[in-house]
């Protein structure tokens, strides 16, 4: 049993430095809302995504975001496994078109111009129907949905130096 809980705390501490956490630079982090870290993926580049299982319709979906200059981040794309999510869920202005080859899921839209939707935090409930998962190129994926172990499952994520 201790064995157990020793080899769970140590894959919970490599998911939460994910990517090599600590090297310089902006990263991905995902708090409890009083401030507790659950995970931390340094950023390569300026994209990640946030994937999700559609309680609606119990498919994959993501949404893509863009790091801006300032810190904050921009939704800039997002993907489904249903064209249903994203021209009835998300109702996306323009036809749903389908993803590049090698892409998580098939198909993918951009959001509506009219609504912009830019973060300084993000405000995600990571639970076991959303299970919800970040996404930054160049690292794993992390099952925010896994981590987070109290009653609230409710997260923060923003981008953090």
């Known amino acids: 049993m201790v064995a ?3 080899a769970l705390l140590v894959a919970a501490g ?12 902006p990263a991905v ?3 409890t809302p009083d401030g507790g870290l659950v995970a931390r993926v340094p950023l390569d580049g300026d994209r990640f995504a946030v994937g999700y299982r559609n309680s609606i319709y119990g498919t994959l979906a993501e949404e893509r975001y863009r790091v ?7 939704l800039v794309e997002i ?9 009835e869920y ?5 036809p749903p078109r389908p993803a590049r080859p090698g892409d998580r899921l098939d198909h993918v839209a951009e ?8 973060f300084d935090v993000l405000n995600i ?16 994926p992390v099952p925010i949905w896994r981590l987070v172990t109290g009653e609230d499952p409710t997260v923060l994520l923003e981008i953090e130096e």
Do not use: K, S
């Open 90 to 94: 998300y109702a996306v202005p323009g």
């Open 14 to 25: 490599a998911l939460v430095t994910a990517g090599g956490a600590g090297a310089g630079g």
């Open 29 to 31: 982090t995902v708090r």
């Open 4 to 6: 157990l809980l020793l």
């Open 111 to 118: 959001p509506d111009p009219a609504r912009p939707a830019v």
């Open 68 to 74: 801006l200059r300032d810190g904050r981040f921009a």
């Open 125 to 140: 409930a990571a639970t076991d129907l959303g299970e919800r998962t970040l996404y930054v190129p160049g690292a794993d």
């Open 79 to 87: 993907a489904a496994e249903q064209v249903a999510v994203l021209e």
